[in-house]
Every structure is written in C-alpha cells, then in structure tokens.
C-alpha cells in the first residue's frame, strides 16, 4: 500500500459515521450541523465555478451558520441564500429529494420540466422572495453544486459493483429518476435568471454547445498483438460467433503484417474511419492508450512503444487528433503507478515529436474511487480527467455538461486539474449487461435525448465509443447518426 492510500485509508477508518454525526471533521474540511463549511477554499471555488459558468465578479460571504449572501463586486444589494443544508457537506447520499417547479414562479425551466431538488424535502413556496437589499433564496443551490460536482456522495461509498465502482442505481440521481437531467446546469441557469432580477445591467457570459467525440483504445487490433492461444481462440470465435470463416486466413496474415503499421484488413482498426467522421462534421477526437499492465486478463494486449502503435499515435497527431491516457486496471487505487503510465505515454509521444498542449485521460472501465483517483491525476500531472459517467446507465453523474474545477472533499482544497464529465458510453446504452438497447431506434433516441439536453444548456456532449465496437454496419451507422443528429 502507498502512502497516499494509507492516508485516505486512515481518513476513512477515522470517520466510519460520517453521515450521522452532527459534526465532522475531515482533513483541513469542517462540517458543522449548520451545512456552511468553515473552509474558505470551499468558498473560493464555487467562486471560480460562478465566474466560468455567469462571466460576473461574484463573491460569497457567510453570516452565521445558515445564511450564505452572493453580492456582485461592481453593484449594490445582494441574493441571500438562507436554508442551508448539513448533509450536501457530509459523505453519503441519504438525502430527502423533491421538485420545484419554476414556471410557477415566473422562471424559465431550462427543460420545460419540474426542477430536481436533492436535499430538500419539500420547498416554499414563492422560492424567490425580495427582501430588504435584494432577493432570497429558500433552496440551498450552492451547496447542492458543491455536493454533485465534488461527488461527495461517492466519499467511502459502501455498495460497488464488481469492478470496485460505484453504481448509478445506489446513487441519490438513480434512486430518485434524476440522472438524465443536468440538475446543476438546470439550478444555475435559474440562479441566472435571479442575478439578472437583483443586476438587471449584468450580462452574463453565453455558453455554445459543442460535441467530444472520444475513444478508449483498450484493443486497437484483433489480431496484430494476440500470441498463439489468444490468436486461435480469437480466429476460432470469429468463424463459429461471427460466421466470418475468412478469420482463418485473414488472422494469421494480419498478425504477421503487424509490424510496423495496424493493418487495413483487422476489424478492430476503425481508427482512420473515425478520423474521417470526425473532421466530417469539423470534430477533434481524443484516443486514451493503456500504458500499463496492473491486471493482465483486464488491461491490453499491446505495449505503447510497438512501432504499430507509434505510427498510429503519428497518424492522429498529425491528423489533429488528440492522445491522452486509458490508466491501467487497478491504477485507480494506485497514484503512483497512474503517474508512471502516464511519464511512459508521455516519453513514446515525446520520441514521436507528438506536443500537445494538454494531456488528460480516462480510466480503464470507468473505475473510480473518490478523492484517491483525483489524487492520482494531480500526482501524474494531468490536466483533465473525463471518467465520471457510470457504467451501467448513460446520465449525468455530476449533474452538469460543462467541465469543471476538481475539488478533494476530503482534504478540502480545489485541485489543478479539470473534470469533463462522460455523459454516454456506447456500451451503456447498446450492451445487453447495461441498458440493453442495441443499435436501432430506440438507442438512437436515447443518445439524441442526452444530446439534445446540453445543447440545451450550451454544454459539452461527451460521448465514448470504443474503436473495437465499430465493427458492423449497423454500430457505425448508429455513431454516425449520434454525432450528425
């Protein structure tokens, strides 16, 4: 075990109630009954998420244990939050939940739907009240964007699924029927139209949609790296699965020709095709590289310095593509062995004359352990991560579209790193072990309506397709159709 598990190890032991006592301490990060943390870097960065999400030099400033002002530096009065809520700063997710619904009120509900209200149980009504020096708000919408954008809830989660994750249906959005709704992204957009009811002179910052196209290159060849029993058993499942009797002689050839080039005929090498469907519709896509092998039946086949897979990191560069990080298996418990990954990947691109101005990643089968994995990144220097959508169901696991700011709520300190949020994975939608859709209507429905809320928002869409599931007419045709709707 590494020191910096141990710590987290410790921290979790030291606190096994959290979620029940009146007060806790964690880190340099207090939690009082009240719900206001008395940590100033809380403050500071829903400061920094205010400025890139309205344009506007807000600031917060506490008074006493329930009520939290926002004040604009350049105008007088304020907006006053005074119903505070303890437990959107404690770990676990065992919140009361209702809906608000803002039409009522005289506001614009982004989705033309009843606003989610996790850690309410019920709200006044009006919501929006003025009061002496500007207006009131009765729902604690801060803390609510502290609690989904930090995942506080996932902080010593107790139920994972098989591969040590934690899963969408134990989480506050899935057992309340909220995590196809951007929740964050819908509250701060009616905290928007309030700042502008206080500052009718403000003009706040517009956002544009766009698309990320991604791809987690976890097997780039089916048979240009398999060794003898692997290439049999991959031939041998072809014919009999596939009904592709050509496997026979199209494996053997492929795994020889596998030199110094994938070769055009494997029927995992859909690389150049997803390039070209990108820059089709003026998209960058990014391709993650496993670097490492911490579990040799989960992780790659390939090693990142094969010339076949140095060429094709040429290509994409080359291309205006990006190359990021796929962190081994069991690296998201291991910051070291993150950060090692990660100087590997770095020192093959830098041999390639491959620069970027940025580098992030994913993790291998979106595991995930909060704050640890954080950690890992800012350990391996990374820029951004892009993991945090579930598994098992497409969705918005940190309520919003738009990256972010990480932030470790248990140390209690902003991090320099940024979270783009996964909102699809194909296999989420289309594989029979999640959702189960397939590739027809029905799974087309279900990534455009994912889609079409962060248009909505003016968001970001990042979708996850691996380069292994292209491999018939009807999953291209269904990509395809995801990224041009």
């Not at 619904?101 to 989610?116: I, K, M, N, Q, V």
């Not at 062995?337 to 970027?356: P, S």
Request: aromatic letters at 10%; one cysteine or more.
């Amino acid at each position: 075990m590494n020191d910096m598990t141990a710590l987290y190890d410790r921290n979790s032991q030291a606190r096994p109630n959290a979620s029940l006592n009146p007060s806790c301490v964690t880190g340099n990060l207090t939690v009082v009954a009240s719900g206001v943390t008395s940590s100033e870097p809380v403050l500071a960065w829903l400061e920094q998420i205010l400025l890139e999400r309205f344009g506007l030099p807000l600031k917060l400033e506490r008074d006493g244990p329930e009520r939290l002002y926002l004040r604009h530096a350049e105008a007088p009065g304020h907006i006053l939050f005074d119903r505070l809520q303890p437990g959107f700063y404690l770990a676990g997710g065992d919140l009361p939940h209702c809906q608000w619904s803002a039409t009522a009120e005289g506001f614009r509900a982004p989705l033309d739907l009843p606003l989610p209200a996790p850690g309410a149980a019920s709200l006044p009504q009006p919501l929006v009240e003025p009061r002496a020096g500007g207006l009131t708000i009765h729902y604690d919408i801060l803390g609510m964007t502290y609690w989904m954008l930090s995942r506080q809830e996932e902080v010593d989660a107790q139920v994972l699924d098989r591969h040590g994750r934690f899963p969408a249906s134990v989480s506050h959005a899935g057992r309340h029927g909220y995590l196809d709704r951007p929740v964050v992204d819908e509250w701060l957009a009616v905290l928007g139209q309030v700042i502008l009811r206080q500052w009718p002179e403000a003009q706040l910052r517009r956002h544009v949609f766009a698309q990320r196209p991604t791809h987690d290159v976890d097997r780039p060849s089916r048979y240009g790296f398999a060794r003898d029993i692997k290439l049999a058993r991959a031939m041998l499942g072809d014919v009999l699965l596939h009904r592709r009797p050509q496997a026979l002689v199209v494996g053997p050839w492929v795994r020889l020709s596998t030199r110094r080039r994938l070769h055009s005929l494997d029927p995992l090498n859909t690389f150049d095709w997803l390039m070209d469907v990108s820059e089709r519709h003026g998209l960058t896509s990014a391709f993650y590289f496993i670097c490492g092998r911490t579990d040799p039946r989960k992780d790659a086949d390939y090693e990142p310095e094969h010339p076949a897979m140095r060429d094709l990191m040429r290509r994409m560069h080359a291309r205006g593509h990006e190359i990021g990080l796929h962190p081994s298996y069991h690296t998201f418990r291991n910051p070291k062995e993150l950060a090692n990954e990660a100087v590997r990947l770095r020192r093959v691109c830098a041999e390639e004359g491959i620069e970027q101005a940025q580098w992030g990643g994913r993790m291998h089968y979106l595991r995930w352990q909060m704050p640890l994995t954080l950690q890992g990144y800012v350990q391996a220097g990374l820029d951004y991560d892009t993991t945090l959508g579930y598994a098992e169901s497409p969705g918005f696991r940190c309520g919003t579209c738009f990256d972010y700011p990480a932030f470790d709520p248990v140390k209690g300190e902003p991090l320099a790193l940024r979270i783009r949020p996964l909102i699809a994975m194909e296999a989420s939608v289309i594989s029979p072990l999640y959702l189960g859709l397939g590739t027809g209507e029905e799974a087309f429905r279900c990534f455009s309506k994912l889609k079409a809320r962060c248009r909505v928002m003016g968001g970001v869409f990042t979708l996850l397709w691996h380069n292994s599931e292209l491999t018939t007419s009807d999953q291209r045709e269904l990509y395809e159709r995801v990224l041009a709707d």
